[in-house]
Nanobody
């Protein structure tokens, strides 16, 4: 499975941004696609996931009510809509696939290259 994340950029606090994750290759083992982020000097942290077949979503507490993950099965795309952005959301954002619906980074098998999101105050 190959993943390509895109859509990052610079946005002011309170603004919105939509990230895209394009998936290609063998996807029969993919149960969920997750989004993670890594700020400078910090560990990569879980943001949320969507289950591929049923579209069930789950988010970490810090983004609940602000971020929405959606998938488009026909185009093999997953989106991360980020609203009400805060400076603390600044990070490199990654999409990844897992055989489980999980928040655990080590259980994600394939990763995209990451896209930078910078939120200015």
């Amino acid at each position: 499975v190959q993943l390509q994340a895109s859509g990052g950029g610079l946005v002011q606090a309170g603004g919105s941004l939509r990230l895209s994750c394009a998936a290609s290759g063998r996807s029969s083992s993919v149960f969920a696609i997750g989004w993670f982020r890594q700020a400078p000097g910090k560990e990569r942290e879980f943001v949320g996931y969507v289950t591929w077949s049923t579209g069930i979503t789950y988010y970490t507490d810090s983004v609940k009510g602000r971020f929405v993950i959606a998938r488009d099965i026909a185009s093999n795309m997953v989106y991360l809509q980020m609203n009400s952005l805060k400076p603390e959301d600044t990070a490199v954002y990654y999409c990844a696939t897992s055989r489980l619906a999980t928040t655990k980074r080590r259980l994600y098998d394939y990763w995209g290259q990451g896209t930078q999101v910078t939120v200015s105050s």
